[in-house]
């Protein structure tokens, strides 16, 4: 194994997402949505609450979140899905994903396009509503945005929408992120230039990811007693050099699933993660594995709560 070359796919990459191979063809039977709806739920329930920003709705404002993105919002550029007038404020609520639990918690991956795993530099999900009615970005509008970058690669914006089953799918805008010059501004170096959206939701700044063989193996696991269980999702998410790759597949128990990971370093440590829901309860299995010595586990899920199963991921990272 060339453990240089294994080591430079990393470098650089604050946030890395994808999923396996094999989650393009995979199923959204509509059977499971009630099912799918409920793990979410679940999960949504041990997640670390939202960013939350309450701004006019008559003046030009300015939110800032924990990690870095910066958001420029203008009240004309929105208006209410129900068409309803705007009220007196707007309620921003921001999530910035960068921890191994936040990314499981909130039921992420950011899949495949165009046959190519995707890499991120950042994922976000951005909604604002005012008066409790949901807000859009008006047509032919947008609102400025300025991305932290994480990454030395040239970077392309992403948004992403839930499928029926909570799976989320990403789609390029075609916009790719330019680098902002410490000539031009040292202060601004680690952000991008302004990038504008017309949509809201889910966001990334991305790119396709070239994985080669040399550096990554398939990883495949079993689960004790499948039948058991209505639906579940598995993770696998690995950290180096300041950059999390998270792999996601959905388990539909049905004997027919394909229960593995394509495109797994070969280096460090990896956190492997799998959920799923019995009766409406959430059971789990989590263990931090050693991406040299990998064996196919026989998962045995175990009756579990939200808060215990976010404990036990932050004690294993």
């Not at 191994?100 to 495949?112: H, I, L, N, Q």
């Not at 994985?211 to 639906?231: E, G, L, R």
């Not at 370093?265 to 829901?277: D, K, S, Y």
């Amino acid at each position: 194994m060339n453990k240089t070359v294994a080591a430079a796919l990393f470098i650089g990459l604050a946030l890395i997402s994808c999923e396996p191979k094999q989650a393009k063809t995979q199923k959204t039977n509509p059977d499971f949505k009630k099912e799918a709806q409920q793990l979410n739920a679940l999960l949504e329930q041990g997640n670390v609450r939202p960013q939350s920003f309450e701004i006019s709705s008559t003046a030009a404002s300015e939110v800032t979140g924990a990690k870095g993105i910066f958001i420029r919002v203008d009240p004309k550029d929105l208006e209410t899905e129900n068409g309803k007038p705007l009220a007196d404020k707007i309620l921003v609520e921001l999530r910035e994903l960068t921890q191994p639990s936040e990314f499981v918690f909130s039921d992420v991956s950011s899949g495949s396009f165009n046959g190519k795993h995707i890499l991120s530099g950042g994922t976000y999900f951005v909604s604002m509503t005012s008066g409790g009615n949901k807000l859009k970005i008006k047509p032919g509008r947008a609102l400025n945005v300025d991305f932290r970058r994480f990454s030395t690669k040239r970077m392309e914006f992403f948004t992403g929408s839930r499928d029926s089953i909570q799976n989320l799918v990403w789609v390029p805008s075609n916009q790719r992120f330019k680098r902002i010059s410490a000539d031009d501004d040292p202060q601004t170096e680690e952000y991008y230039m302004t990038m504008p959206i017309t949509r809201l939701g889910w966001i990334a700044s991305a790119i396709s990811n070239r994985a080669s063989h040399n550096t990554s193996t398939t990883f495949a696991f079993d689960i004790k007693q499948p039948s058991s269980y209505s639906f579940g999702k598995a993770f696998f998410i690995v950290e180096k050099n300041g950059s999390v790759q998270v792999m996601n597949t959905t388990l539909f128990f049905d004997g027919k699933d394909n229960m593995m990971f394509e495109q797994v370093p070969l280096e460090g440590f990896g956190l492997f993660v799998v959920t799923a829901v019995k009766s409406g309860k959430l059971y789990a299995w989590a263990e931090r594995l050693d991406l040299e010595k990998l064996e196919m586990p026989m998962v045995e899920l175990s009756p579990t709560t939200p808060s215990a199963l976010y404990d036990q991921i932050r004690k294993l990272k």
